[in-house]
C-alpha cells in the first residue's frame, strides 16, 4: 500500500507539472520573441521623425548610428526614388538582408510584416516621406534575441517541476509509513497471537480506521486470555473433584489385603492421583507440557517403555497375552517430557487390552534413527477399520467404551516433535500403530529413514486407509 500510494501520488504529480509547465514554457518563448521584436519596432520609429524631415544620406546615416547605439549592422533604411526630382535614384542606408519582393510587399500594403532571414528575421517597418513614397525601414533581429532567456526559463521550469514531483514523492512516502506500520504491527501482533504469544498488543495510534482496528484487536486478545484462563482453572476445579472419590478408592484399595491384583490396584490408583495431580498443575500453567524446556530435554524413550511395559506386563500375563518387547537396550532420547511419553505409551497399550480379546498377542518395538525414533505398538487383533476416523480427535470409531481422544493425545505429542502418526496393518496380524518422534526443530518436516530394520524385516509403512 505505501508503495501504490507513492506510485498515485508521482503520476498526479507529473501529470500537473506537464500540464502547467509545458503551457508556461511557451509562454515564455513567446514573450521573449515580442520582447525582442517590440525592440526592434522601437529603433524603427526612432528613424520615422528623421525620413519625415530630410532624406540627406548623411543625415540619416547619422541617425541610423545613433539609433543602433552599439547594434551594428542591424538596421538599413531604403528610400525609393522621388520621380518629382529628375534623375534621383534610391537610396540604401546599411545592410539589407530583405529581398526585393518583400520590400515591395510592405510598401503595397504599408503595413509592418517580418521576414525570415538567414540567422534570424528583419522587421520591416513603413514610413511615409514628405513627397508621398514610402521609405522602409529594416531592423535585423537575431536569433540569439529572439530566444534569450528561453533555455534558462526551461531550465528553471524543469528543476522546480523536480522539486515538486520530489517532494511529493517525500509526502506520499511518510504518509505511507504513517498508514503501513500500524498495518504492520497489526498483522505482526496477529501472528503472535496466533502462534501462542498471548502477551502481544498493538499500540492503539495511526490512521483512525487502524486505531479503531488496534482497539478491537487488543480486545479480542484480552478476551482469549481470561477465556484460557477460565478454561484452565474450570480443567483445574473438575480435576480436582476427582480427589475425593480417589481418596475413597485408595483407602479401599489398601484394605484388599497382599497379592498381584491388590498390588496392581494399588498400583493403578498411585498412578491415578498422579495424573489427576499433573492434570490441575498443567491446567494452571500457561506454558504448554509437550514442549521441552532448553536443549538437551525430553526423556529416554527406553526406559520410559521398560517402565510402562513391566506395569502392563502384570495384566497380560492375568490375560494369557504373550508380550515382545525389543529395541529397548540402549538409552534413547526424545524431545518429549516423560509425563507425556507415558500418557501415550498408556493410551497405546491400554487400547490394546480395551479393543482386544483375552490372550490377543502384542509387542513394542523402538527403532532409533539417526534423526527421528519410530515406537510401533502392534497387535494380533481384528485391527482398525477406519484408521483415518481412528485418528480425529472425539472419534471413536463406533467402538464401545472409547472417548477417541486418546490417539489423539498421541498425535498431538507426535507432532509437536515435528512427527507423526500412522495406523496400518502389523506383522502380527492386526494393528500396527507407528509413533514417529523426530529430532528435528518443531514445525519441521520429517525426514524418512528407510534403512531401520525390525529384527531383519523392513518397517511397515502403511499409511491411513
Known sequence: MRWALVKVCLAVTVMVVVAFAVPLGMVIKEMA??????????????????????????????????????????????????????????????????????????????????????????????????????????????????????????????????????????????????????????????????????????????????????????????????????????????????RTPLTVLRLNAASLGEGPAAEQTRAAVEQLEREVDTIIRTARDARPRTQPDGPGAGCDACEVIRERMAFWS?????????????????????????ADLVAVLDALLGNVFRHTPEGTAFSVDVH?????????????????????????????????GSTGLGLDIVRRVAESTGGDVRIGRSVLGGTEVRLWLTRARPGARPRRNHRLRRRGTRVQRHGPA
Open 33 to 242: 520573441r515580442d520582447r525582442a521584436f517590440s525592440n526592434a519596432e522601437r529603433q524603427a520609429a526612432a528613424i520615422g521623425p528623421t525620413l519625415s524631415i530630410t532624406t540627406d544620406r548623411d543625415a540619416l546615416e547619422r541617425a541610423v548610428a545613433s539609433t543602433q547605439s552599439g547594434a551594428e549592422d542591424r538596421m538599413a533604411v531604403h528610400v525609393p526614388a522621388d520621380p518629382a526630382v529628375p534623375a534621383s535614384a534610391p537610396l540604401d542606408i546599411g545592410t539589407r538582408r530583405a529581398p526585393d519582393k518583400d520590400l515591395e510587399a510592405t510598401r503595397e500594403v504599408i503595413k509592418a510584416s517580418v521576414t525570415d532571414v538567414p540567422g534570424g528575421s528583419t522587421l520591416l517597418q513603413p514610413t511615409a516621406l514628405s513627397s508621398g513614397q514610402i521609405a522602409i525601414v529594416e531592423v535585423f533581429v537575431p536569433q540569439a534575441e529572439v530566444t534569450h532567456g528561453v533555455t534558462t526559463a526551461w531550465l528553471v521550469l524543469a528543476g522546480v517541476g523536480v522539486a515538486l514531483i520530489i517532494g511529493s514523492v517525500a509526502v506520499a512516502d511518510r504518509l505511507g509509513v504513517r498508514m503501513v506500520r500500524p498495518a504492520q504491527r497489526l498483522a505482526g501482533a496477529a501472528q503472535d497471537l496466533g502462534e501462542g504469544r498471548l502477551g502481544a498488543r498493538v499500540p492503539e495510534e495511526g490512521p483512525t480506521e487502524l486505531r479503531s482496528a488496534a482497539v478491537a484487536f487488543n480486545s479480542m486478545a484480552d478476551q482469549v486470555v481470561q477465556l484460557l484462563a477460565n478454561e484452565r482453572e474450570l480443567a483445574a476445579d473438575l480435576s480436582h473433584r476427582l
Open 314 to 338: 502384570a495384566l497380560a500375563e492375568d490375560e494369557g497375552r504373550e508380550v515382545r518387547l525389543a529395541g529397548v537396550e540402549r538409552p534413547v532420547r526424545v524431545p518429549v517430557a516423560r
Open 368 to 400: 532409533n534413527g539417526e534423526d527421528a525414533v519410530i515406537v510401533l505398538v502392534s497387535d494380533a487383533g481384528a485391527g482398525i477399520a477406519d484408521p483415518r476416523a481412528a485418528l480425529a480427535r472425539g472419534n471413536s470409531g463406533g467402538r464401545p
